[in-house]
């Protein structure tokens, strides 16, 4: 049995990890280690969104919001006490505790699942709308001006640790991303193999029966919302990191709904999925962007129709050919979820 | 020891005005084995859903093994040991059925007990042949039985089941009073039923629900031979 599992365990875990690894490492042959960090963070935004809609079942448009949220709290931590390393881990914890309430606040309330989505736009837009209305002076916290629609330029950003001149590579950077886009992955099947895991799955399924059965579904989606606004805030951090400044554009209706999109594109239900869809589409964009023929958005909106129409499982769902069951068969000395049969599939093919 | 597993004071629930259950008072001991009847929209359904915690009272008392569970949530009152099976289908579609049992076996259990639970459910009902089956793709018959698996799954202490073995056939309904005979000394059961051969194949007494309220009770033959419980229920079935 323990060869066996050792066998199984080998098959679906290493072998994505290992075309993974290949995968980061040859893609700055093709493209500049500046655009695949973007990808990487956007991937890691997906993820965070694919975690609870996808096994959660909870539609959240507010994901856009806490990136922006992670990304804002890094760097008004930063310029008040420099240390970016200390600020990554402010800014996680701090956005972490804001999607605590807010989602315990959503699920001890007992919203339904399309109300959900509604406020968590409005949330969104709300943020949005604040941030662009603080250009004056009494916008500022601590020595951080806000700056309204200008954002916030200039701030520490990561390093080594041993010095704060010595500041990260476009390569090291992009390093930085694959291994905590790595982690992160991991970390997320990792939860889903657990029993809070499955326990989500099943209340994506039939929530009054998993209440019926014992499980106090409220504190499970709250637990999922909150692991998902941290995903959400690392990818914020680094976003800011990337792109040297923070605006309010970070929770534009435009953002929050292109990782709705790259969730369904890539496939609802899987891990893989939302990684793949936002490299995909992300790559797509900056192509088009060097071009004024078509609207980006046109071209968004019928990728987007297109895949539901062709792949109504998305890429990683068209790729594993039948429907497999969440756990999977035990028989295999243990259980597997559809996304790891998705995977497994995937680096197969 | 409780002897009284399940005790109800007049338990009323109200929707907008109409009262579905109507001041019922009820308990329930130790491994019976009891059915409740009464015509469509008799309130039986609905006084399930208050003892669990789905639908709230508008005033009355819920006692489950000695500990009041009026008013608590769902999820509080099936830990204190009550398993349902409600009259609409109610299971996680996607997943199948050695998961559907897992997911409520594990909830107060460890993982090793809760596979024993699995195991052994899926042999009690007959359906370890699906195992892998999603419960969306099963006939009626054996989702009825994973439905009352998964209530059983938990290893509650009172087992509500409501409508059993509607659209069940004959052979069926023999099956599965053969199954509730099996558990009765492990659970008190509590079951809602219309298919009265069933009734009075498994029941050791019996309580008429009739416009929310409790009209008759007592043994099988007292209950069938009341004059106006054949008048409002069993004349008119
Ligand atoms: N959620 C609800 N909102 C409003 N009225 C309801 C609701 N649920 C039930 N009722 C009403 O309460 C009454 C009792 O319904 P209930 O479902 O408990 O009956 P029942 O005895 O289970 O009937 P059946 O044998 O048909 O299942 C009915 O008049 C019904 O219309
Ligand atoms: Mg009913």
Redesign the interface.
Known sequence: MTSQQTGGFTHVFFVPIVCGTLVFLFAPVFASTYTLSLLCVYALLAISLGLIWGFGGILCFGQGAFFGIGAYSYVIFSINFGLPWTSVLFAIVFTVLATTCFGAAMFYGRLGDVYLAVVTLVFTLILNRFLNSTAGPEYQIGSARLGGFNGIPGFPTLNFPWSDAAFLSDMVFYILCCVILVISWVFCRWILRSHFGRVLVAIRENEERVELTGYDVRLYKTAAFSISGGLAAMAGVLYANWAGIVTPNLFSLTLSAEIIIWTVVGGLGTLFGPMIGSAVLTAVKLGLGHQTLVDNFFVMGILLIAAVLVFPRGIAGAFSGRRVSVFGSKKKGKWQTRSNRTQEKLSND | MVETVLSVEGLSVSFGGVLAVDNVSFSLKRQELHCLIGPNGAGKSTFFKAI?G?VRPSSGRVWINGYEATRL???RV??LGVG?K?QVP???????V??NL???A???HS?REAEDIVESLMNLTGIEKYR?S?VSDLAHGHRQHVELA?AL??KPSILLLDEPAAGLSETEVDELSSILQQLKNQTAILVVEHNTRFVRMIAESITVFHKGRILAAGSPDQVFQNEIVKKVYLGSN
């Open positions: 669990c789905v949530p769902a999820h099936a830990r349902i409600m109610n299971l996680l579609e996607g997943l199948s050695e998961e897992w997911i409520a594990r909830c107060r993982a892998t999603l998964s799954a938990t």
